[in-house]
């Protein structure tokens, strides 16, 4: 796959697990994905979803192979969050473009490492925030670019996941804020283009007894600062009993906007003849997000070269885990925290 002319081309998938199996069918309906060669750290299991999908399959070893047998133009990672930064930087030694599941890595260290390896060898990447492909997030970021709300003086962010992850998942998710706080971060940054300076989190580690022996929390608000003083909060949760919420309000001194106030919001009106909303509420992410999974992926395909609007650079999704690790320790040191600490 050529930077500046995409053509068809074999794109390998390494991780066939909950978000690696959409992957896996999205891939392969592209158009510009000739050939699918699917890998894992259980090959079973990468062999038997090849088999239902019609496609290849291989070792995660075969597809680094320094002689490339297999042909590989392109990586895409939906490997567990610990395995991200490693195969980043064994992409850009390969010289393969890469697309990577969010968050980059458990901590800055490697995120950072992962970052500089993938700059110095000047390999296309993208990390997967798939919210910068979302139609309301994109409008949201225009409207308060042109100006129309004013200045930007308050903000609300929502994430709530209808049902938590399985037991199994929780110990090496990197804990709430990294798991889905973080695509709160990232898009925050994007829709103010603003960074965060100070975050201030409390939250409580409810329901399943895996939260709290892993040092995680099932639910917890944020309030965070911007670096030009505008503030607001950050709900995550993982019981949110509605259905999948994923909301964000924008209070300026001309005006208010909010994205994920739609027909399925996960919220009931108590207002007197108010029936909102109409349908079933979000059941949870892939049906909230599948259009947005297709189009960064087909951004991803198209456009290897960064600098393209929408795209997400290695530097971005470090900063986002930055700002999820700082909210991790002011949970435990119970205190406001500079994100510059860290
Ligand atoms: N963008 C989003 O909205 C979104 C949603 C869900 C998950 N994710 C991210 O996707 C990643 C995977 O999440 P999931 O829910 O699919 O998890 P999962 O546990 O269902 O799947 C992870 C898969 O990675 C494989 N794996 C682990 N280590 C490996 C290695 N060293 N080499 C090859 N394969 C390896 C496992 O065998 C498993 O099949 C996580 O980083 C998560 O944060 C993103």
């Given at each position: 796959?050529?930077?500046?002319?995409?053509?068809?081309?074999?794109?390998?998938?390494?991780?066939?697990?909950?978000?690696?199996?959409?992957?896996?069918?999205?891939?392969?309906?592209?158009?510009?994905?000739?050939?699918?060669?699917?890998?894992?750290?259980?090959?079973?299991?990468?062999?038997?979803?090849?088999?239902?999908?019609?496609?290849?399959?291989?070792?995660?070893?075969?597809?680094?192979?320094?002689?490339?047998?297999?042909?590989?133009?392109?990586?895409?990672?939906?490997?567990?969050?610990?395995?991200?930064?490693?195969?980043?930087?064994?992409?850009?030694?390969?010289?393969?473009?890469?697309?990577?599941?969010k968050?980059?890595?458990?901590?800055?260290?490697?995120?950072?490492?992962?970052?500089?390896?993938?700059?110095?060898?000047?390999?296309?990447?993208?990390?997967?925030f798939?919210r910068?492909?979302?139609?309301?997030?994109?409008?949201?970021?225009?409207?308060?670019?042109?100006?129309?709300?004013?200045?930007?003086?308050?903000?609300?962010?929502?994430t709530?996941?209808?049902?938590?992850?399985?037991?199994?998942?929780?110990?090496?998710?990197?804990?709430?804020?990294?798991?889905a706080g973080v695509h709160d971060f990232d898009i925050?940054?994007?829709?103010?283009?603003?960074?965060?300076?100070?975050?201030?989190?409390?939250?409580?580690?409810?329901?399943?007894?895996?939260?709290?022996?892993?040092?995680?929390?099932?639910?917890?608000?944020?309030?965070?600062?911007?670096?030009?003083?505008?503030?607001?909060?950050?709900?995550?949760?993982?019981?949110?009993?509605?259905?999948?919420?994923v909301?964000?309000?924008?209070?300026?001194?001309?005006?208010?906007?909010?994205?994920?106030?739609?027909?399925?919001?996960?919220?009931?009106?108590?207002?007197?003849?108010?029936?909102?909303?109409?349908?079933?509420?979000?059941?949870?992410?892939?049906?909230?997000?599948?259009?947005?999974?297709?189009?960064?992926?087909?951004?991803?395909?198209?456009?290897?070269?960064?600098?393209?609007?929408?795209?997400?650079?290695?530097?971005?999704?470090?900063?986002?885990?930055?700002?999820?690790?700082?909210?991790?320790?002011?949970?435990?040191?119970?205190?406001?925290?500079?994100?510059?600490?860290?």
């Amino acid at each position: 796959m050529s930077s500046t002319e995409p053509a068809p081309g074999t794109v390998a998938l390494i991780g066939v697990g909950r978000i690696g199996e959409m992957h896996a069918a999205l891939l392969l309906a592209h158009p510009l994905v000739e050939r699918l060669v699917l890998a894992g750290s259980t090959p079973e299991r990468a062999e038997a979803l090849a088999g239902r999908l019609g496609c290849d399959w291989a070792t995660v070893e075969a597809i680094f192979d320094e002689t490339n047998p297999l042909g590989i133009d392109a990586v895409a990672i939906a490997t567990s969050t610990a395995t991200h930064a490693d195969l980043l930087i064994r992409c850009a030694e390969a010289g393969l473009p890469v697309f990577c599941e969010k968050p980059i890595g458990l901590d800055l260290d490697e995120a950072r490492a992962a970052q500089r390896a993938l700059e110095d060898a000047g390999v296309p990447h993208h990390i997967g925030f798939q919210r910068r492909f979302d139609a309301g997030y994109s409008a949201a970021r225009d409207l308060l670019a042109s100006g129309e709300l004013g200045e930007l003086r308050r903000f609300h962010a929502v994430t709530g996941d209808h049902v938590p992850p399985t037991p199994d998942y929780i110990p090496d998710s990197g804990g709430i804020f990294l798991d889905a706080g973080v695509h709160d971060f990232d898009i925050i940054r994007w829709v103010t283009g603003r960074e965060v300076v100070e975050v201030y989190t409390t939250g409580s580690a409810r329901g399943m007894k895996e939260f709290a022996e892993h040092d995680d929390l099932s639910d917890a608000v944020t309030i965070l600062t911007l670096d030009d003083g505008t503030v607001g909060t950050a709900h995550v949760s993982r019981y949110n009993g509605q259905g999948h919420e994923v909301r964000l309000d924008l209070m300026g001194t001309d005006g208010s906007a909010n994205v994920g106030l739609d027909a399925k919001v996960p919220f009931r009106s108590t207002e007197p003849g108010v029936d909102f909303p109409p349908d079933e509420p979000w059941y949870d992410f892939i049906e909230r997000f599948r259009p947005c999974y297709e189009r960064e992926l087909d951004h991803f395909l198209r456009h290897p070269a960064q600098g393209l609007p929408g795209a997400c650079s290695a530097a971005d999704a470090v900063e986002a885990l930055r700002i999820a690790l700082t909210c991790r320790r002011s949970s435990l040191e119970r205190r406001a925290v500079r994100v510059a600490e860290l």
